[in-house]
């Protein structure tokens, strides 16, 4: 619900702050007042086009806020998540031009682009009467408004569930295929490349352990003359294994007569023997690694050449040799199974088609049922309203092309009017006038009251053409929709303005030669006068302030 609409230097209006409660709104005043800047300004707030021709003459900028109380369940909360913005019950839209005609928006005083607002003006305020509309006049939102209507949303989940699984189903179906398809096409090449690489089998790794032993092995002569070299110091007749022990020998003889003074000194050298021991046997090891066959040398570079070629051959790297054998061989393996997936899946897909087609055909019949009734609904609401010869007709039309079916059924709902006699239906906002089109939308938004998600209705002179008793049966629809909704409607009509349970006159007035447009909220005296004048015109007599009593009391 529109709780609050802030005005700066938009055309003739410098400043204005305006409250709004939950009812009927009338907005009342003479031609030319500037009654269709208000609902310029909303709609800029809400994602219209921006005009440089809004601002003011002399001011920088327009600006336009509107604040909108929201229930907990609200569909303009899930937009919000979905943007990333923390969702509040109070949300604030705001919304600048400069002279130079661009634009800003926020939303709870955060930058946001003008396709945010206008997605989340949808779900907050829809606009009735002789200027741009949404909401009902959208082909697509039909089905949805008759589903609602109808009570139908748990059914047409319940479809909406079946189509996924169904297409879900295909699309594995389809994908089984084109891969089938695909590894058919290479099956020769892939029985030879995985021939090939079952008979070179790499391993995970091997690259980087032969590229090491390669660099070990083109040193080797350099190698295995320096551990020789090394061994023959460390061991023989002179090496240094030799003389640790002899000197432990000779300390260990004399020990007892050094007061334990040689113990750590022997302890040392045993140590240091150990450790020669180990030296030399490590020695030993490497030398042995190193003084091999020497064509292992030749053999490991074909190796490592051979891993290298393959993996450039089939353009990944050495380690990613063996896991793309096995996607190969099980490329190869779908080929040979073929037959008895797409059978399972061609029957699973038959299946959830089969199942989705009971429910989207229950779905249409139980359409076509609330089709009549709301037929007939919105047909008692026309007559009052001066359209006794229209005729309201919800189209639901099957839909035979089976890729016409969607999530939504197997139907194609659309509301269509046809206003005379024997002329044939058509869509509502190319058939009807700017009169005729907003009474069409208050008889619908009558009849869907309790449906809508929108809080906020707003008709455009909805009595353009008429007056007397239709005049007065309008003004009662948009006040049986005020009990429900909040409802602003601009009017030149006394009965509408009579049963507004809020009263707005937009006025001019004139400060030096500079023109301004301001509101005020009517009540008492001030109401009725403003009643009588729309009766009477210039001149309020007495007659008309009578007049204007009993319209605001029901008897008119």
Sequence with gaps: ???????????????????????????????????????????????????????????????????????????????????????????VVRRTVSADGRSRAWVNDQAVGVGLLKRLGEELVEVHGQFDTHGLLNPQTHRGVLDAYAGLSGHAAQVAAAHRAWRQVEDARANAAAEIARARSEEEYLRHAVAELDALAPKAGEEEELAETRAVLMHREKLVDALNAAYGELSGDRGVERALSSAIRTLSRIADKAAGKLDPVIAALDRAATEAGEAIAGLQAV????????????????????????????????????????????????????????????????????????????????????????????????????????????????????????ASGMDRVAFQVATNPGSPPGALNKIASGGELARFMLALKVVLAQTSTVGTLVFDEVDTGIGGAVAAAVGERLKTLGQGLQVLVVTHSPQVAARGSIHLKVQKSVKGEQVTTGVVELDGDDRREEIARMLSGATVTAEARAAADSLIAGRG
């Design 1 to 91: 619900m529109l709780a609050s609409l802030t005005i700066r230097d938009v055309v003739l209006i410098e400043r204005l702050g305006l409250g709004f409660r939950k009812g009927l709104c009338v907005l009342t005043g003479e031609t030319g007042a500037g009654k269709s800047i208000l609902l310029d300004a909303l709609g800029l707030a809400l994602g219209a086009r921006a005009d440089s021709g809004l601002v003011r003459h002399g001011a920088d900028q327009a600006s336009v806020t509107a604040e909108f109380d929201l229930s907990g369940d609200h569909p303009a909360l899930a937009i919000l998540r979905e943007q990333g913005l923390d969702p509040e019950e109070r949300l």
């Design 287 to 406: 030398s042995s690694d190193v003084d091999m066959d020497p064509q292992a040398l030749e053999k490991l570079e074909e190796r490592l050449f051979a891993l290298r070629a393959a993996a450039r051959k089939h353009g990944v790297d050495v380690d990613a040799l063996a896991p793309l054998r096995k996607d190969m061989a099980d490329r190869l393996l779908l080929i040979e199974d073929q037959g008895d997936l797409l059978a399972r899946l061609a029957r699973e897909a038959e299946v959830a088609r089969d199942a989705y087609r009971k429910a989207a055909e229950s779905l249409s019949r139980e359409r076509q049922q609330a089709a009549g009734r709301l037929d007939a609904a919105v047909a008692t609401e026309l007559a009052p309203l001066k359209l006794e010869k229209a005729k309201f007709r919800t189209l639901v039309e099957p839909l035979a092309d089976e890729s016409d079916w969607t």
